[in-house]
């Protein structure tokens, strides 16, 4: 299966290329596409992981699992997406997290040998790299934050603004956050009663003012 290189225009790991770049690039690069349906698993935590991952369309939740079987949902993530990429060169080199497909994904396995070769011949690829990799350690720095100092209610909240959509599924939310439906659903009735959100046909949504 080959992939067409306007779909890879918007892969941050591409920036600064043009098409015909990309197509060039893309010769030079092994690469695997697999089709994932909604519901299917994408990788489990522990798997090893040898290959760039790359979500070209679609969107994945990742989570992880207590000791106790619980579940938390730790990102839902929207194409397009570099999946876990400081774990191909780790020393540790497996997936940190389970990844679930939310809707049906096409996914691009770059081999991470041939990918680190690239990168010493390709300046701006490996400077893309590097600013993936720097991202996303700033999110996950921002998002340990919010665990470690918010309380569960500004988190509510911090979430609801960073998304900027309606809850519409309380129990993801729950899973997301780390809490139970119950604490989860005791906060948003607070946040109702103190007029901070309403319950609308879309969901649970910020109240607007007037």
Do not use: W
Request: charged share 30%; aromatic share 6%; hydrophobic share 40%.
């Amino acid at each position: 299966m080959d992939i067409k290189t306007e779909k890879l225009m918007n892969v941050s790991l591409f920036e600064g290329y043009g098409r015909e770049e990309i197509a060039q690039l893309l010769q030079q690069m092994p690469y695997r596409l697999r089709k994932k349906s909604k519901g299917e698993h994408i990788a489990y935590e522990d798997d090893e992981l040898t290959d760039l991952l790359v979500l070209v369309e679609g969107k994945v939740h990742t989570t992880m699992v207590h000791n106790d079987g619980s579940e938390v949902v730790v990102d839902v993530i929207d194409c397009p997406f570099i999946l876990a990429p400081a774990s191909v060169y780790a020393s540790d080199h497996h997936y940190p997290v389970n990844i679930i497909a939310e809707t049906d994904c096409l996914l691009m396995y770059i081999n991470g040998t041939e990918f680190s070769d690239m990168m010493h011949t390709h300046k701006q690829i490996m400077m893309n790299f590097i600013i993936i990799q720097s991202e996303r350690i700033h999110f996950l720095s921002k998002r340990l934050r919010e665990f470690a100092l918010l309380s569960l209610k500004e988190r509510v909240l911090y979430h609801m603004l960073k998304d900027d959509e309606p809850i519409k599924n309380v129990e993801l939310l729950a899973r997301r956050l780390s809490v139970s439906r119950s604490s989860l659903s005791r906060v948003l009735s607070e946040l109702k009663d103190e007029g901070i959100v309403e319950r609308t046909l879309n969901g649970i949504e910020l109240r607007k003012e007037e």
